[in-house]
Each structure stands twice: as C-alpha cells, then as structure tokens.
C-alpha cells in the first residue's frame, strides 16, 4: 500500500517562495509518474506539474518558468519549488503517484500566497 505525505505549504506573500516535499512509502516509487495537482475552492483539480521515472518533465501554462518539480529516487520524495508565487496560486496541493494502474494521492497541503 501507498502512502503520501505532503508538507511544506503554509502562508506567503506575492513574490514569495515555497517548496512542498511528497513523502512515498512503497518499492515502487521509481517506477512512478509522480504529480503536483492544485485544487481552490469551488474549482476543480488541475494539474501543475509532473515527472516521470525517466526525468521528463510535464508543467501547467499558468507555472512554467515559476515552478519546478524534482524527484529524489534515493528518498522516495518529489519536491515542487515554487517561486514568483501569485495570489491566483493559492490552493491545495495535492501529490499523486501513478503506479502502473494505480492512482494514490496525499492529503494535500494548503498554500496560501497573500497579495
């Protein structure tokens, strides 16, 4: 069974930084697309940012050049730095592991980036 743990969000100003760590239990994480999805409220959940097992790296229109998603194999973690964060980033960040049919998600965490 897989399990993620989110954290890093937590409240910033406009032009602020923060970077989320996703914490994977399980053999199969290297193996795994792994993805940063955001949901705000009364909106649905959309994805930000993804990283397959080869590296490739896949980024919302809205986050290039802001956001940069990073996997650590070694410690079962991807991270997503966000930098240059807007008012309109605030959301729940969710982290999701594909593994093979598989889909798992975290609990989330909340980002909150004041104007």
């Known amino acids: 069974q897989v399990q993620l743990v989110e954290s890093g969000g937590g409240l910033v100003q406009a032009g602020g930084s923060l970077r989320l760590s996703c914490a994977a239990s399980g053999s199969s994480f290297g193996a795994s697309l792994m993805g940063w999805y955001r949901q705000a409220p009364g909106q649905q959940r959309d994805l930000v940012a993804a990283?397959?097992?080869?590296?490739?790296?896949n980024y919302a229109d809205s986050v290039k050049g802001r956001f940069t998603i990073a996997r650590d194999n070694a410690k079962n973690t991807v991270y997503l730095q966000m930098n240059s964060l807007k008012p309109e980033d605030t959301a729940v960040y969710y982290c999701?592991?594909?593994?093979?049919?598989?889909?798992?998600w975290g609990q989330g965490t909340q980002v909150t980036v004041s104007s």
């Open positions: 999701k592991q594909r593994a093979g049919l598989l889909n798992y």
């Open positions: 990283v397959a097992s080869d590296g490739s790296t």
